[in-house]
């Protein structure tokens, strides 16, 4: 992608919307449940991605992993605009905590699809940061588990 | 540092998923290039996880394609280097190339303004030429006419006397 970047055969919103629309579309669509909010919060993160492209070429990690961090990002100011949760409206990431215990699915559901950060939980839950790095760890190692 | 204990902390998926602290994150990039263990746990993470969501992935709505395209046409800095992409697109049959002979070449467009601009020219410079020589043959005659007047003068003041 990189050298067809450079050697401009094809534009990079078309190649980058090609390779991965459909799969960051149903990234969204685990964060917000209705379909029509997530083809115009697609359309955002398309037109505000593809500009930055440089940045996920400098970065550790593969363009589409780039691609899902920063998504994430712009999914959630979103939400935070619009007051609204992140919902659980496909199953997507949760289909691999399928055997988790709820706690466990609620504290990645928390940190993950709304935002929030491990103090946070810590404090409305009435656990300590140790314990919720603990459940997060768990349910880390289980979705590389049930994705390997 | 034990390395395996640091990856069975979850920070490699945390990261791939954005979900570690600026801290974390700082942490991790700094012991990256030290570690290929670390970068080969981060690059199979990443290639799983790019494997579910090709197996997961739903086309999105007709039209987001096009709002898309407009979009990211509508800023400056796009716009731009949208438009020399563009023109590079158009002329794309053109290849860069060296040239080392001494010669300038021009587009045939200058071959036409270039037999107008000579056939002008030449034109400007014989009608300069002709009224040169009007102006010359003007003179001598304006020169002789003023030696008969000077002359008649001459012969009627003398008859006077």
């Known amino acids: 992608m990189r050298r067809e970047l450079h050697t401009g055969d094809r534009s990079v919103a078309e190649m980058l919307y090609t390779r991965y629309s459909g799969m960051l579309f149903s990234y969204i669509l685990q964060f917000v449940p209705d379909e029509k909010e997530a083809a115009t919060l697609l359309v955002d993160i398309f037109s505000r991605l593809t500009p930055k492209l440089q940045n996920g070429f400098d970065s550790h990690l593969s363009v589409y992993c780039w691609l899902q961090v920063e998504s994430r990002k712009i999914i959630l100011e979103h939400l935070h605009e619009t007051t609204k949760e992140g919902g659980q409206t496909r199953t997507y990431y949760f289909s691999l905590l399928e055997d988790a215990p709820p706690e466990h699915q609620w504290v990645f559901r928390e940190l993950f699809l709304n935002g929030r950060k491990k103090e946070e939980l810590a404090a409305c839950s009435g656990k300590d940061l140790a314990y919720i790095s603990k459940i997060l760890r768990e349910c880390l190692v289980m979705i590389r588990k049930n994705l390997g | ?161």
């Open chain 2, 1 to 161: 540092m034990n390395i395996e204990l640091y990856m069975q902390s979850g920070i490699v998926e945390s990261y791939a998923l954005g979900l570690a602290t600026p801290e974390e994150v700082d942490e991790f990039e700094q012991l990256l290039p030290h570690f290929p263990e670390l970068k080969e746990a981060l690059s199979d993470f990443e290639y799983h996880l790019e494997l579910f969501s090709i197996d997961h992935e739903i086309p999105p709505p007709p039209g987001v394609r096009v709002k898309i395209e407009e979009r990211i046409r509508e800023m400056p800095d796009v716009r731009r280097a949208y438009r020399r992409g563009y023109y590079r697109r158009q002329h794309a049959e053109y290849v860069r190339a060296e040239v080392t002979d001494p010669y300038i070449r021009v587009h045939k467009v200058w071959r036409t303004w270039f037999i107008i601009f000579c056939i002008v020219s030449k034109i400007f410079l014989g009608l300069a030429i002709y009224y040169f020589v009007e102006y010359r043959h003007a003179q001598g005659e304006v020169l002789q006419l003023q030696r008969q007047l000077d002359k008649t003068q001459g012969a009627s003041g003398g008859a006077g006397k």
